[in-house]
């Protein structure tokens, strides 16, 4: 269990917008906007954060309701989410309702899919091409999406140079 000392630092260095309880959604689209909206303020301060403070915020964890707001934001499920994350879903609604951090396994693998998603948005041009791009099966991948194939490094390299090759005129 992380100190108070510890907590305070994930919470400079991670920048999360909404590190309180997260919200109860009654179903009105602006409270889902706002829930979207913090995410993509969390990928823009993620973004312009340096190796070192990536590397603290890996170590010392990430809060449960930012991986909530990133399924939201790329349109899956929480399960889906979950699955990505390599969470259990008691694990994961443990942490929720406790106001806790994930480890490093899930966290690394939420700022990894960050790093993707940061760098689709800036080839395809918004957040909902690059969050359907993610989802799209792509033969440069093995007919895997590239979501399904970013729960390790491997992946992403492929996930990368495939991207790469979009930006460059490339097919992928």
Avoid at 27 to 55: H, I, P
Wanted: with cysteine; glycine share 6%.
């Amino acid at each position: 269990m992380p100190t108070t000392v510890a907590r305070n630092a994930v919470r400079e260095v991670a920048a999360v917008p909404t590190r309180q309880k997260p919200r109860k959604f009654s179903g009105s689209d602006k409270a889902l906007n706002r829930q979207e909206d913090s995410y993509r303020d969390w990928l823009v301060m993620f973004q312009n954060q340096t190796t070192s403070k990536r590397m603290t915020s890996v170590r010392e964890g990430l809060p449960a309701n930012l991986f909530d707001m990133a399924a939201r934001d790329l349109g899956i499920s929480q399960a889906e989410m979950l699955c990505f994350a390599g969470v259990s879903s008691s694990t994961f609604h443990r942490k929720l309702e406790k106001d806790e951090l994930l480890d490093q396994a899930p966290t690394e693998r939420l700022m990894r899919l960050a790093d993707i998603q940061n760098t689709c948005r800036q080839i395809f041009g918004d957040h909902m091409q690059a969050a359907r791009w993610l989802k799209t099966p792509n033969i440069a991948l093995g007919g895997a999406s590239p979501l399904g194939v970013l729960d390790n490094e491997f992946g992403a390299q492929a996930v990368r140079k495939a991207l790469s090759a979009i930006e460059y005129g490339g097919a992928a």
